[in-house]
């Protein structure tokens, strides 16, 4: 299902949003896995728990729709 896709997960440094990324690491392997917040300093904590070259991190709200659109065409 999520094999060799691209997968944006807005709320992506919450509890949901880690356990998450925590699944879909475990099994699957996505091209892209996107994490898409607007805490800094949690995402410095996640990429300290997840090495995965897969991930990207990105800053925002998903109420700039703006913002939300551009990560997503990436």
């Known amino acids: 299902m999520f094999n060799n896709q ?4 807005t709320g992506g440094t919450g ?7 925590k699944h879909i690491l475990k099994h699957y392997r996505p091209k892209r896995l996107m994490i898409y ?5 949690k ?12 991930i ?4 925002g709200d998903v109420r700039d ?3 939300l659109n551009t990560v997503y065409q990436r």
Request: aromatic letters at 18%; proline letters at 3%.
């Open 6 to 9: 691209s997968v944006l997960v």
């Open 65 to 67: 729709a703006s913002r």
């Open 56 to 59: 990207q991190y990105f800053i």
């Open 37 to 41: 917040s607007r805490d800094e300093l």
């Open 15 to 21: 509890s949901f949003g880690k356990a998450f990324v």
């Open 43 to 54: 995402q410095f904590e996640m990429q300290q728990e997840f090495s995965d070259p897969c």
